[in-house]
């Protein structure tokens, strides 16, 4: 899409403000990223979820600042108007503010994230206020928060009794507070997903949470359904392109099989001048 101008977090805000949606979407590699900048998205979310949508993990735990590092880098090579945020991976905000500082550090200078994505409330105020005085800028992440599936009991909707629901909306005030420039929310009932946007000034972006947030994020390889086994009922498919890649491959196995590719121009051939130094005339064994 030419003539778009780079997305900014104070963009973000704006769009907030005149109500407009903010799509964004998550992706791991150069060419879901080119291909989802070309597309308009106005962010790419490098999600930790990678552990289990391109490395085959059972959750989001396994995947390292290295994992994390190396995914950013290619994400950011394949963006050019998307604001990128890249996550901080598991037990990072908890070892400390100095090492939560060095990885979100690494996320920006190394990988050229332009803002990192922190799950947690209120435990994890330090950290945001550290990054945010460092000029790292920050995303929190309530409500189902994937790093914690399983103090949580396993990938339940939260914020269902009045308790917790309460709970989470003081923690997306405190963020805010803290300078959190955005908020995702996964997994919480609509009303209550709408009572958070309603009541902070931050973008709310939501999966699973309804149709009142300020923007929507999904899973790239879960959008257009590539070997995307799990299918949260949340989630819409808006392309089969898994299907069509399979049918690609399997028509490609087909005619190697079958001896139908390579053909005639698919292929190089020496020139007769070089065959005729080569060989003296000769055929290729030289007989």
Do not use: W
């Not at 979820?49 to 995947?63: A, F, K, R």
């Not at 189902?144 to 997306?172: C, F, M, N, W």
């Amino acid at each position: 899409m030419e003539g778009r101008k780079k997305v900014t977090t104070r963009m973000l805000r704006d769009m907030k403000a005149k109500g407009q949606k903010i799509a964004m979407i998550t992706a791991y590699d150069y060419p879901s990223a080119k291909l989802a900048d070309q597309a308009g998205v106005d962010v790419i979310l490098v999600g930790d979820s990678l552990g289990m949508v391109v490395l085959g993990y059972d959750s989001t735990i396994p995947v390292t600042i290295d994992d994390m590092v190396h995914h950013t880098k290619a994400v950011t090579r394949g963006t050019k108007h998307a604001f990128v945020v890249s996550d901080l991976p598991f037990l990072t905000s908890h070892l400390g503010t100095e090492h939560a500082l060095r990885a979100a550090g690494r996320l920006m200078q190394e990988a050229g994230a332009k803002a990192v994505k922190i799950e947690g409330g209120e435990e994890i105020l330090h950290v945001v206020r550290a990054c945010v005085a460092a000029g790292i800028p920050v995303m929190g992440h309530l409500g189902l928060t994937p790093q914690s599936v399983h103090q949580l009991g396993g990938y339940r909707v939260q914020g269902r009794d009045a308790e917790t629901a309460k709970r989470l909306i003081r923690d997306a005030r405190l963020l805010e507070e803290a300078g959190a420039f955005a908020l995702v929310l996964e997994c919480v009932p609509e009303e209550l997903a709408r009572e958070i946007t309603e009541a902070i000034t931050i973008p709310t972006i939501g999966i699973g949470a309804g149709r009142y947030c300020d923007g929507q994020v999904l899973v790239f390889h879960d959008v257009l359904q590539i070997a995307s086994e799990v299918n949260p009922s949340f989630v819409q498919a808006f392309a089969e392109a898994g299907a069509v890649m399979q049918e690609g491959i399997r028509r490609y196995v087909q005619a190697v099989k079958e001896t139908r590719f390579p053909q005639e121009e698919h292929v190089f051939h020496l020139s007769n001048e070089t065959m005729a130094t080569l060989y003296g005339g000769k055929g290729l064994s030289g007989k």
